[in-house]
């Protein structure tokens, strides 16, 4: 039978102008199904860097809301629009809540409008036609003045305005709603006091109406999409670094981050002080996204939660303070309330907290990390600790440990051959490297154990110019890369059960680190091409792994092409990914062995002419996937590989 030639016809006139690679075949092995891949397969990686809980995906939009940030005006700044009289005061006594003792008091002479404005995070992001809840605890000091809430513009436009009046001497929460007339990504919020007196303010508030699922105090919408069209079979969190701190006082403590969020006490961010080249003075956890709504999160989106807890070690590249070992039984203590804080029934202590917080069903957490990043003996040791613990109580619990920053360093073989002994469940790896990494290493797997632990990806990233450096780039020849990486993870997702692309979000005017999956202003969220090259094997992920064999690449042509292929067995469909990574297009006639119908079908190419492109605000979706029918005559076709490119295909295969 004739093979299928699938033309795309947009870039014959780019393809004429090149030499081509030799044709290639790529034999897959429908009739020899392996192993079955992990459904949760494919995550996402979640830490509080580049702003992306506070400032981020958690979506209050005033920063320093309970001046609690060391400077206690941080953010704030004093706004007195007529030139009226008045004073600002902070104080700690009889305040609102004890956890976060600061307030501000606003004293007014009565000559006018005086207060304070809030800067937002890098701004605050508005749109026109949705409304926002403003929400302050106050008390009436002296007199009976009201307070004006107003929106103002980047360029000072009123965008709109409310009165609160009739404070009581108690501490009270008063809320109001805003409408801004205009779309603004750079906005303030003013709360000025109106009128002879004194009012005490705490806690001032705002948040958009519309949250994911319309919740209130909850998540940036257009973020939790981005995430939620990821598809990504878990979330791992809160990281990453955050875990560790950079002094075990500065860990990560989960349960301080339940319960109402004014009673949440406020912690510096490790990533406020980290890089000396990126400072964010004003980064600090709120915890208003606490492990709660990370559970819940997950629920959403379908994940399955991923919670990694410090194992009573501070960050290695930091302070490497250590719990001693006979002081390390409050840190397993609070990893066994955590799987009953997920999973335990509503009766039991912990699990009546997460029911007191609305979700009296349990969360079915399945796994667990325990510690970040680390290494070493005295990783060894602890995880041993918390491994007999855990284990003995909770057996179903798979438990992830970690073998270090870099696989190439003595101390990840170290940790393999220590986790191994230890029968280990799954190990956590981690890469940030240069694109040749990831292409050199797409067949790393092949040579693994298949009888010792199992690994996770956890943490991985090309990086455009080196590790660390501000000018990396989410361009695309980073995503082919890494598109050629996960073709070797699929192919030995025997070995492989999990993998997840870090870091998730940056904030474009408050980032420390790049590349980033996600980048976010006060208002939308970028796709990267690197974004998409995870969604693709997320949304095409399959049931089980068909062998692959790419043939007739002549000795010293380049040999930047990969192929993986799966099976999805529900609706009887092949996917096949192929990465041509070479700036030449390609052939590759596909041969479905033991295939004897085809059906209808997918062709989705994400590709350009110029490796170095990049996604931006301007032209969001400049690389990004085109998806067309494909409908393949036989089960042997052809298939055109353009150059730089990443192609899914998806048949339909009958016996
Ligand atoms: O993803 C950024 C950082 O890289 C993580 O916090 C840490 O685990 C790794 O070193």
């Not at 016809?9 to 290639?24: D, E, I, M, Q």
């Not at 009739?31 to 702003?51: H, K, L, T, V």
């Not at 996770?456 to 890369?481: D, I, P």
């Not at 993870?489 to 680190?513: G, I, K, T």
Request: charged share 20%.
């Amino acid at each position: 039978m004739k093979p299928t030639r699938f033309l795309f016809p947009a870039l014959s006139f780019f393809a004429a102008g090149l030499a081509s690679l030799s044709a290639v075949t790529v034999t897959v092995r429908v009739d020899q199904p392996g192993a079955a891949i992990n459904p949760a397969m494919w995550g996402a990686f979640f830490e509080d860097i580049n702003f992306g809980a506070d400032g981020g995906l958690y979506a209050e939009l005033v920063k320093n809301r309970g001046f609690e940030f060391p400077e206690p005006l941080m953010g704030w700044s004093t706004l007195s629009p007529s030139l009226a009289k008045g004073q600002v005061t902070v104080r700690e006594d009889g305040p609102f809540n004890s956890n976060n003792p600061h307030y501000v008091r606003l004293q007014s002479e009565g000559t006018g409008l005086f207060g304070l404005s809030n800067e937002g995070f890098r701004g605050i992001g508005l749109r026109q036609g949705e409304a926002y809840e403003f929400s302050v605890r106050a008390r009436a000091i002296a007199g009976k003045p009201t307070l004006k809430i107003q929106l103002y513009g980047g360029d000072g436009t009123l965008l709109d305005t409310i009165e609160l009046k009739d404070f009581s001497a108690d501490w009270r929460k008063y809320t109001g709603t805003l409408h801004p007339k205009d779309t603004d990504p750079k906005a303030h919020l003013a709360v000025l006091i109106e009128g002879k007196g004194g009012l005490d303010l705490d806690f001032v508030s705002l948040f958009p109406a519309r949250t994911w699922q319309n919740r209130a105090g909850g998540l940036r919408a257009d973020m939790v999409q981005a995430l939620a069209d990821l598809h990504p079979g878990f979330l791992r969190f809160p990281g990453g670094c955050i875990v560790e701190g950079s002094v075990l006082a500065r860990r990560y403590q989960w349960k301080n981050t339940l319960g109402p969020v004014e009673d949440r006490k406020l912690l510096i961010n490790r990533w406020n002080y980290e890089f000396l080249h990126r400072p964010a003075p004003d980064y600090f956890q709120s915890f208003g996204l606490g492990f709660f709504e990370y559970f819940q999160l997950c629920e959403d989106i379908g994940a399955q939660p991923l919670p990694i807890v410090n194992c009573g070690m501070a960050c290695q590249f930091n302070s490497n303070e250590l719990c001693p070992l006979d002081q390390l039984g409050t840190y397993i203590q609070d990893a066994l309330d955590l799987v009953e804080f997920a999973n335990g029934p509503a009766t039991s202590a912990w699990g009546a907290k997460r029911a007191a917080m609305g979700h009296p069903a349990p969360f079915n957490m399945k796994m667990l990390g325990i510690g970040n990043e680390q290494w070493g003996i005295q990783y060894i040791e602890r995880y041993e600790m918390f491994a007999k613990a855990l284990k003995e109580k909770y057996p179903e619990i798979s438990l992830i440990s970690a073998a270090g920053p870099d696989p190439a360093d003595p101390r990840f073989k170290f940790a393999w051959e220590k986790l191994r002994a230890l029968h280990a469940d799954i190990i956590d790896e981690h890469s940030y490297a240069l694109p040749n990494w990831f292409f050199d290493n797409a067949h790393r797997y092949d040579r693994y154990e298949r009888n010792g632990p199992k690994v996770f990806m956890g943490e991985y990233a090309a990086q455009s110019v080196a590790v660390l450096s501000t000018k990396n780039k989410n361009n695309l020849e980073c995503a082919l890369s890494e598109a050629a990486f996960l073709t070797g993870l699929e192919r030995n997702a025997d070995v492989v059960r999990m993998a997840s692309y870090a870091p998730l979000f940056a904030h474009v005017d408050a980032w420390q680190w790049t590349p980033n999956l996600l980048w976010t202003d006060n208002l939308t969220t970028l796709r990267t091409p690197n974004y998409h090259v995870q969604r693709l094997f997320a949304q095409n992920r399959g049931d089980r792994i068909l062998p692959v064999a790419l043939t007739e690449i002549p000795p010293g042509e380049t040999s930047r092409l990969y192929a993986s292929s799966t099976l999805d067995d529900a609706t009887g469909t092949v996917i096949l990914k192929l990465v041509n990574a070479t700036g030449k297009p390609s052939t590759a006639t596909v041969n479905l062995a033991g295939v004897s119908k085809v059906s209808r079908g997918t062709l989705m190419v994400m590709q350009s002419a110029d490796l170095q492109a990049v996604n931006s605000f301007e032209s969001p979706d400049l690389v990004a996937p085109r998806e067309t029918p494909f409908t393949p005559s036989a089960s042997k076709f052809e298939i055109s590989l353009p150059a730089n490119s990443f192609s899914v295909v998806r048949v339909g295969v009958g016996k």
